[in-house]
């Protein structure tokens, strides 16, 4: 065994995003891609030598691969251990889990999250901090800095190591720790829920369905919800990882958990629906006859979180990213909370959370979370929902019809354009920045607009200054259209439309009609279909 240091040149487009770095399969797989990128993330955070890593993927096409160079450039740069999941899997929550609790220097997690997979699919590459969450932009811009000045990358010269096998294997100098990717994570869900409570409600006959969607959670859910809490066997379906997600999306969202859906809007429903993604950090939260969109979901959450034994004591206060519906604000300001309104990515939660500042924070596109990790987390938002079904012995639809009767309905949907041409994207994007300051005061679509602004956030723990997050614009009673980007997808652009208005009397329509008049707005505002071709958009959630 050797280090060999291989001759390279920078490779365009490794800027990471607001998760790290996703590309498709076949462009990871290309000479020098991957290793190139991993030797950025060692450059732009000054080395990993004598350090401890964690490392960890979602099982997708690539992973297992990927993973054996990670460990290999690992020991050629001189870490000294690296802890990793059992076939080198990991949930992204179960990585941020396990940096914080081993005390490790950072972590790289294999993921494109909610991305299909496959040959054909997705993949990326992360890179966590040792507070356990994702880098933040100083880091970020210091491993793409590093990109384009490559030269050259050190990597082991060795046979794979075998990770099926738990415990202490050596690559040279480096420690290579196998652990089982479950325990310690559910051990920490037991200390965070009440586990007799739960085991009493699944042996008062409540049924419940998670779709694990063929991807990392399965695992998890298999042996929290039914070996240790006593769930109906077969509660969890889809719940063996496959490199493809069995062909399927792993998206939890009602157009690609469909089947999951159907059940729970029909005649046999069980008592409660979930589904969870590609890398087991978002949620989607279904009860009989009634889906919860997850802006409404975080609000419940932080209503009721003092019947979870983790926080009975109150939240220290909440966080949403910008485009996510404004229900949770209300439910802060009735238990005079902070209300945290940030960009979208996980890593801006991290700070607030880190200065205490913040318990509970959301994200519109199905990812919930609290201090208890750095990362969102899907498998603790479902036992959050079941902790508190089990304390209220409630159903879903009537806790919400409840929450809605106190604070209001917040109606919300997100329309999605995807695959649109990056080019007429931006330019329906630039063409409504240039309008934004006139449009305060004049009426569209029979809407009136009271504000309009491209959202920028000063954090107030660093001070740093994050622009152009989305443009927002804002009508008379609490009404709102966001408009951004998304940085997640491989091919093209993905033009996200959020769409928003508030009613304290008509608590239970569809929420597309009672949208109608702000979708209108929307499309006299930005000119979506002339602009990109589209007629609607391809996923409404």
Known sequence: MSIQTVATQPIAGQKPGTSGLRKTTPEFQAHHFLENFIQSIWNGIGGVKDRTLVLGGDGRHFNAEAAQVVLRMAA????????????????????SNLI?????????????????????????????????????????????EATKTISEYAIFVSHDIDLSKLGEHRLGDMVVEVVDPVADYAALMQKIFDFDALRALF?????????????????????????????????????????????????????????????????????FGAASDGDGDRNMVVGRGLYVTPSDSLAALAANATLIPAYAGGLQGVARSMPTSKAVDRVAQALGIECFETPTGWKFFGNLMDAGRCTLCGEESAGTGSDHVREKDGLWAVLFWLNILAKRQISVADLMAEHWAKYGRNYYSRHDYEGVDATAANALMDDLRSRLAALPGTTVAGLTITSADDFAYDDPIDGSRTEAQGIRIGFEGGARVVLRLSGTGTVGATLRVYLETVDTENL?????????????????????KDRTGRAAPDVIT
């Open 76 to 95: 050629a740069s001189g870490a000294r251990r690296v802890i990793v999941g059992r076939n080198a899997l990991l949930s992204t929550p179960a990585a």
């Open 203 to 271: 042996q008062g006959g409540f049924r419940i369905r998670f779709d694990a969607m063929h991807a990392i959670t399965g695992p998890y859910a298999t042996a929290i919800l039914e070996d240790q809490l006593g769930a109906q066997r077969g509660s969890v379906i889809n719940g063996t990882p496959l490199p493809d997600f069995g062909k399927g999306h792993p998206d939890p969202n009602p157009i690609w958990a469909k089947p999951l859906m159907d059940e729970m809007m029909g005649p046999d429903a069980p008592d």
């Open 100 to 144: 914080r609790k081993r005390r490790a220097d950072g972590g790289i997690i294999l993921s494109a999250s909610h991305n299909p997979g496959g040959p054909e699919g997705d993949f990326g590459v992360k890179y966590n901090t040792a507070n356990g969450g994702p880098a933040p932009e100083n880091v970020t811009s210091k491993i793409f």
């Open 508 to 528: 239970h329509m569809d929420a597309q009609e009672a949208l109608a008049p702000v979708i209108a707005a929307a499309e006299e505002l930005a000119g979506i």
